[in-house]
Nanobody, 128 residues
Framework: QVQLVESGGGLVQAGGSLRLSCAAS????????MGWFRQAPGKEREFVAA????????YYADSVKGRFTISRDNAKNPVYLQMNSLKPEDTAVYYC?????????????????????WGQGTQVTVSS
C-alpha cells in the first residue's frame, strides 16, 4: 500500500519558519514528480510548489515565491517544504502529493488532478 505521510506542521508566529517533510512507504518515488498543496478553511485546495523527479526543476505559486523552498532527497524522505517569512494567510492544511507524470514540465503540474497519491495533510497555523 502506497502511503505519503506529512509532518512538521504546527503553530508559529508571523515571520517565523517551519519545515514540512513528506515520508513515503510502499513505493519508490524517485521517478515521481512531487508537489505540495494547501487548503484553508472554506477555500479550495491550491497549488503551492512542485519539484521534478531529479530535483532539476522547481515551480512555485506566486503567493509563496521567494519565501518557500521545495526540495527532495530520494534516498530518504521524498520531499520537503521549507517555509520562511510565514504570514497568517499561509494558514492551511498542507498536503504532499506524487505524480507519475514525471516527464511533464513541472510548471504544468499545478492541478491536483495530475497527482496520483496524496498524504493525509498537516496543519500549519500562523498567528498574527
Amino acid at each position: 500500500q502506497v502511503q505519503l505521510v506529512e509532518s512538521g506542521g504546527g503553530l508559529v508566529q508571523a515571520g517565523g519558519s517551519l519545515r514540512l517533510s513528506c515520508a513515503a512507504s510502499g513505493r519508490t518515488f524517485s521517478r515521481y514528480s512531487m508537489g505540495w498543496f494547501r487548503q484553508a478553511p472554506g477555500k479550495e485546495r491550491e497549488f503551492v510548489a512542485a519539484i521534478s523527479w531529479n530535483s532539476g526543476a522547481t515551480y512555485y505559486a506566486d503567493s509563496v515565491k521567494g519565501r518557500f523552498t521545495i526540495s527532495r532527497d530520494n534516498a530518504k524522505n521524498p520531499v520537503y517544504l521549507q517555509m520562511n517569512s510565514l504570514k497568517p494567510e499561509d494558514t492551511a492544511v498542507y498536503y504532499c502529493a506524487a505524480t507519475a507524470l514525471w516527464l511533464r514540465p513541472i510548471a504544468t503540474m499545478t492541478s491536483g488532478h495530475e497527482y496520483n497519491y496524496w498524504g493525509q495533510g498537516t496543519q500549519v497555523t500562523v498567528s498574527s
